[in-house]
């Protein structure tokens, strides 16, 4: 269950682009995928010592890219341990 809906995001106006620029600066590496619709980042271990993959659409256009987004600040959220106001937060002053 998302903790954060997408039609909040929507009305937030956060972009693809912009989820992207911060969790680059986060230290998520982007690395290739055949599918040139998505963004793949891989990120910090999880408690197996896996990275963490976080998958973003390439770009805004797509109908489903609000509920990716929702998913993307929900997962960041976990793994930053802090609330999903937060991130969304630390996104828009990014």
Known sequence: MLN??????AQLNL??????AY???????KISHKNK??????GPADDCGNPIYLILPSH????????????AIDLLA?????SIDRVIANIQNH
Request: with cysteine; glycine share 4%; hydrophobic share 35%.
């Open 4 to 9: 954060v809906s997408s039609r909040t995001l």
């Open 15 to 20: 972009s693809v682009r912009d989820v992207a």
């Open 23 to 29: 969790v680059r600066d986060r230290g998520w590496q």
């Open 37 to 42: 619709n998505l963004s793949v980042f891989e």
């Open 60 to 71: 805004d256009d797509f109908g489903d890219t609000p509920l990716r987004l929702a998913q």
């Open 78 to 82: 976990n793994v930053e341990n802090c």
